[in-house]
């Protein structure tokens, strides 16, 4: 089974600067997407960015960009300018590829909690 | 307006007496998924359906149910609830793998 891994429970940015959130994960397979979604305290889910490991691209969604380092199973959100409404609950997501063979799995991590000091 | 809407938004309940939990999309989408998050897991995969009548289960399915007659709605029952699924439940669809999940609102139940 894949796993997601985030290895910050917690953390903490001043407003305006910059920070990067780490994820890595496990998977035998050449073809996936990952995701990074936002809960605020409103608890809904909001996703962040999307990124499709075939493309060799960083995505990039304004203030949000991802490093995407597919050796390394490396998938790390930076979010710059930060802004006291970044403040919330960021997770990471696996999600295989063909639908046949590995169905509508989706994978989380445990979650990175981000506190934005004003 | 595009959404996923879940009801109960919050039910406190007892052990023992059924529940359904019911989840309802307006976006035409194939895939439907249940979630359970709770505190230090992240989420995690209950359910999830592809298509009308097929369901499968994801990774926590053991206590749960679900069923899939119409494309729209996928509902969540609790045949038995024990206070260990006492959790923040997710409805979820998409169009297909791949793409961008839509969460409900969410759904905070108790047992008691």
């Known amino acids: 089974a894949q796993t997601v891994t985030q290895s910050q429970p917690e953390m903490s940015v001043q407003e305006a600067e910059t920070v990067t959130l780490s994820c890595t994960y496990d998977t035998s397979e050449s073809d996936y997407y990952l995701f990074w979604y936002k809960q605020p305290p409103s608890r809904q889910m909001i996703l962040v960015i999307r990124?499709?490991?075939?493309?060799?691209q960083n995505a990039t969604e304004n203030r949000f960009s991802v490093n995407f380092q597919k050796a390394a199973k490396s998938f790390s959100l930076k979010i710059s300018d930060s802004q006291l409404g970044d403040a919330a609950m960021y997770f990471c997501?696996?999600?295989?590829?063909?639908?046949?063979?590995?169905?509508?799995?989706?994978?989380f991590g445990t979650g990175t909690r981000l506190a934005v000091r004003p | 307006e595009a959404q996923v809407t879940q009801n109960p938004r919050y039910l406190i309940t007892v052990t023992g007496k059924k529940l359904t939990v019911t989840c309802s999309q307006n976006?035409?989408?194939?895939?439907m998924s249940w979630y359970r998050q709770d505190p230090g897991l992240g989420l995690r995969q209950i359910y999830y359906s592809m298509n009308v009548e097929v369901t499968d289960k994801g990774d926590v399915p053991e206590g749960y149910k679900v069923s899939r007659k119409e494309k729209r709605n996928f509902p969540l029952i609790l045949e038995s609830p024990s206070p260990n699924q006492t959790s923040l439940y997710f409805c979820?669809?998409?169009?297909?793998?791949?793409?961008?999940?839509?969460f409900g609102p969410g759904t905070r139940l108790t047992v008691t």
């Open positions: 997501a696996y999600s295989p590829p063909g639908e046949k063979s590995s169905g509508d799995k989706l994978t």
């Open positions: 976006m035409n989408h194939e895939y």
């Open positions: 979820a669809s998409r169009l297909a793998v791949g793409y961008e999940q839509y």
């Open positions: 990124q499709e490991a075939y493309k060799q």
